[in-house]
């Protein structure tokens, strides 16, 4: 059941109302997915202050402008799966014409290279910008401010030479391999590069001194589409937002989104409220974990933020170039439903059986003095500290061979974990990345007395 209930609808309306009216907005959208699709949604204001007191909807397209680099992002992993490249290429690899040297796609993804955020030339002065064939050697004259992962520095250009990092490789432009390997397979109809001419937001600049609204232009930002080139809808963006709570392998397996959403920086350094994984923003607030982006081009501000663990997703879409925080505004929408209208737990399953060669192993065993708790879950060999926080998922095993697993997952991923047994077949000890398991607590004294 993905409905939301009433009372925690009005709850919403309210949240993007007041944003709406304090921010001094012409037209919002707020938008709630969850359970893989759109649960909520309203608009507020006038789409166009020509027609006034129409309000945008879900399905009114708004520039979200460097959102596009979380899809830019994905593009690149894919090519990265499918060993095209690798995170650890330095930049002259994948564009030999490329005078910067040892930049390596993963500082680019993660803003940890240390070149300078825009192009060369002044480009959001004169509202002019460079074309594929300007964009490399651009950046050849551009200027690297900073060391590499010395500290994070956030670039356009970088997620633009990203963009034709695709292109080159993938034999396409950046947008038709975006379209064919994301916008096509999630049924993202409406996200384009620019306006696609159906129903939308009219982007507008509100002064500070008055309350009459400008109309802002329309940019064709050229080869920087990939950094900031897209518009979509609350719709599309929720079939976006659920596919990085729950990934499918068309577009990019679970493991490698999550590997995106590791930290690789932080950018936040005096609270460590905001960091970047690969292309991901990864925003902590309290104790929840959102993961997702903003997005800013005149007349549109926006955000799209989701928390993982319960598959629950906020939208933002702000039609003005000044606008109230949207990754605020996206993550209070979520945190209002999560609070007040969760969705109920899933049912418990009952396992078929317990592997034979796991009946001995299960129960408690005792590592550095302190208890580990073996169990089985769909025949799968778990173990968990009583101690860890309920949050924190179990270490998960696979089966190598008799008696040997790899930590697939958890405390310890990647460590063996090896069970010694007695001449009856009792396992009398385990080595958990190498630590001594026992089933009594032992201290290592007692492990190695002399």
């Known amino acids: 059941m993905t409905e939301i209930a009433a009372q925690t609808q009005v709850a919403l309306s309210r949240i993007v109302a007041e944003r ?34 129409v309000p945008p909807t879900a399905d009114s397209q708004f520039l979200i402008a460097s959102q596009s680099k979380t899809l830019t992002a994905v593009t690149i992993m894919a090519l990265r799966d499918e060993g095209k490249l690798s995170l650890d290429d330095p930049i002259e690899k994948l564009v030999p014409d490329s005078k910067h040297e040892g930049i ?24 002019k910008f460079p074309s594929r064939e300007e964009l490399v050697p651009g950046w050849n004259a ?29 034999g396409r432009s950046w947008y038709d391999a975006v379209k064919a390997r994301i916008l096509d397979p999630l049924e993202m ?52 937002a659920m596919f990085i709570a729950n990934p499918v392998d068309e577009v990019l397996s679970k493991d490698t989104v ?41 007349g549109h501000i926006t955000s799209t933020f989701v928390d993982r663990a319960s598959g629950t997703a ?6 003005a170039t000044s606008s109230p925080a949207p ?35 299960l129960g408690t065993w005792f590592t550095e003095g302190s208890p580990f708790v073996f169990s089985v879950k769909n025949g799968v060999l778990e173990a968990k500290s009583p101690a860890a926080a309920e949050y924190q998922s179990p270490a998960v095993f696979e089966r190598l061979s008799e008696d040997t697993y790899r930590t697939a997952s958890g405390r310890e991923t990647g460590e063996l974990l090896r069970i010694t047994r007695d001449p009856s077949g009792t396992p009398t000890k385990l080595h958990w990345a190498t630590y001594l398991c026992t089933r009594q607590p032992l201290s290592f004294a007692d492990i190695n007395p002399g």
Request: hydrophobic share 45%; aromatic share 6%.
């Open 20 to 53: 709406q009216s304090k921010g001094r907005v012409p037209g919002v959208v707020g938008a709630v997915a969850r359970a893989g699709s759109l649960a909520w949604s309203t608009g507020v204001g006038s789409a166009d202050l020509e027609n006034p007191g």
């Open 104 to 127: 390596t796609v993963r500082q680019m993804l993660s803003h940890a290279s240390g070149m300078q955020r825009e192009p060369v030339g002044d480009v959001w002065d004169l509202m």
């Open 142 to 170: 551009a200027e690297r401010i900073g060391k590499p992962h010395h500290r994070f520095h956030y670039s356009n250009l970088v997620f633009s030479l990203l963009g034709e990092i695709v292109a080159r490789i993938d």
């Open 189 to 240: 109809r409406r996200t384009t590069v620019g306006m696609d001419g159906g129903p939308a937001q009219t982007g507008y600049y509100v002064p500070p001194w008055s309350d009459v609204p400008v109309r802002e232009p329309l940019l064709d930002i050229g080869a920087m589409d990939a950094c900031g080139g897209l518009a979509s809808t609350a719709e599309d963006l929720a079939k976006w």
């Open 258 to 298: 999550d590997e995106m959403c590791q930290v690789q920086i932080m950018a936040d350094v005096d609270r460590w409220q905001l960091a970047f994984g690969l292309g991901f923003m990864l925003l902590r607030r309290g104790d929840r974990l959102f993961v997702g982006h903003d997005g800013g081009m005149p």
């Open 314 to 319: 906020g939208i933002a879409l702000f039609g």
């Open 327 to 361: 990754s605020a505004l996206a993550t209070d929408l979520i945190i209002k439903v999560l609070e007040d209208d969760p969705l109920p737990p899933e049912a418990w399953v009952p396992g078929a059986e317990v592997p034979a060669e796991l009946a001995g192993v």
